[in-house]
């Protein structure tokens, strides 16, 4: 045995679960190739907005150097709730709000505050692949039920299967809606039937919302929180990253029933003892910038229609018009293998997308292109990709 064999560990069982992002895979040889325009990951090219950074500079003359409460500024807390009230007509006080270092953080706490080993949740699929990984490294089981696809309706939702994947040892019903990434956009009939059989069936809801202003036919998306009652066992994740631009600075949050925000300020403090307080000061001028955000939202409703328009028109391409995100979900006819495929764009086009597979099997002959940049890089972009999906 080596000096070192992983074998010998219990680390083992679970590292050997977690493969690893797909999307790396294809992008840690070409990330400094150059004039590679980079589809890939799910961020832009535009900067935050400029009261953010003001904010951030300001926080640091003003010597935000120090640790704050596990579950975040009491300030960034009542601005949340405050925020989450004012879009969603209701009233939210930040007791039950937690601040959390990122969407994912948010996302990793409220699967360590339900799951056990052997218990399972239940995922609308396809999925981007962290939310299930993390079910799996605290040994717990992923049930996938998978979206439907067909040319004419796009994306949707089959309940009947859904609750028929849970059981006496289902613990929640996980539902990223806008969906990444697929730009599936759950109906507020559907959200509620999820939230009603979870209240009947006594376990949780959990929606991963961090695409909820990036709806193109509405001001925001519908929401679990939308159906449930105060006491619910129903969590919302969010984050500023895709609604503001700031996918670095890493803060996000968590809805929760005030109940159990304690419990979850204990498991923030064991994971990362809480969120940066620079980043926590930039959220806040975040939540006052309504027009950027509204801004941004009229720009990729454009791109969208550009990719939209110019992919669907290639006779070996399928693909839905997104109904909110800002990703291009597409299938190529007769590619089988959608990382050597992406491996190949990157070489012969000079243009870096995300392989379905890395969003579960569900995703496999499928693409995934984020047209989060500038309307000019965007056309070069398809301009190069088109002569290889034709």
């Known amino acids: 045995m080596s000096a070192f064999d992983l074998s010998s560990f219990a ?171 697929t730009g599936w956009l759950a109906t507020p009939d559907e959200l509620r039937a999820v939230v009603e059989f979870c209240r009947k069936r006594g376990i949780w809801a959990i929606g991963d919302d961090v695409y909820e202003r990036l709806v193109y ?39 929760a029933p005030a109940a159990v925000v304690d419990t979850i300020g204990k498991i923030i403090e064991f994971n990362t003892s809480g969120a940066n307080s620079v980043a926590q000061r930039a959220g806040l001028a975040a939540l006052t910038q309504e027009q950027f955000v509204r801004d941004i939202r009229a720009h990729y409703a454009h791109a969208r229609d550009m990719v939209h328009t110019r992919l669907s028109k290639l006779p070996k391409v399928r693909m839905a018009r997104p109904q909110a995100a800002f990703y291009a979900f597409f299938q190529v006819e007769g590619m089988t293998d959608s990382v050597a495929f992406c491996k190949r764009v990157v070489r012969e086009a000079n243009v870096g997308l995300a392989p379905g597979r890395a969003f579960g099997p569900e995703g496999e002959g499928w693409i995934r292109l984020c047209f989060a940049i500038s309307h000019d890089k965007l056309a070069e972009a398809l301009d190069r990709l088109e002569p290889m999906l034709k």
């Not at 400029?50 to 926080?59: D, F, G, I, N, Y």
């Not at 449930?228 to 984050?239: G, L, T, Y």
Request: overall charge neutral; aromatic content about 8%.
């Open 11 to 181: 680390l083992r069982a679970k590292s050997e679960r977690l493969l690893g992002s797909l999307i790396r895979e294809v992008s840690k040889d070409a990330m400094d190739k150059p004039g590679l325009i980079p589809l890939w990951f799910g961020e832009g090219d535009r900067p935050p907005p400029e009261a953010v950074v003001k904010a951030a500079h300001q926080a640091l003359d003003q010597g935000y150097h120090y640790y704050s409460s596990s579950l975040g500024r009491q300030e960034l807390r009542d601005a949340i709730a405050a925020y989450v009230s004012r879009l969603r007509g209701l009233s939210i006080g930040p007791e039950r709000i937690a601040v959390t270092a990122s969407g994912n953080s948010a996302i990793q706490i409220a699967m360590q505050l339900i799951v056990d080993p052997g218990d399972n949740v239940v995922f609308a699929v396809p999925l981007w692949p962290n939310a299930a990984d993390m079910v799996e490294h605290l040994n717990g089981e992923v049930r996938r039920v998978a979206l439907k696809y067909t040319d004419n309706a796009g994306w949707s939702l089959d309940l009947d299967r859904l609750f028929a994947a849970c059981d006496a040892r289902t613990k929640a019903i996980f539902l990223n809606s806008p969906g990444n990434p």
């Open 217 to 255: 036919d509405a001001d925001k998306a519908p929401s679990l929180l939308d159906f449930a009652r105060p006491d619910d066992k129903v969590m919302i994740v969010n984050s500023f990253s895709k609604g503001w631009c700031m996918t670095g600075w890493r803060v996000g949050w968590l809805v």
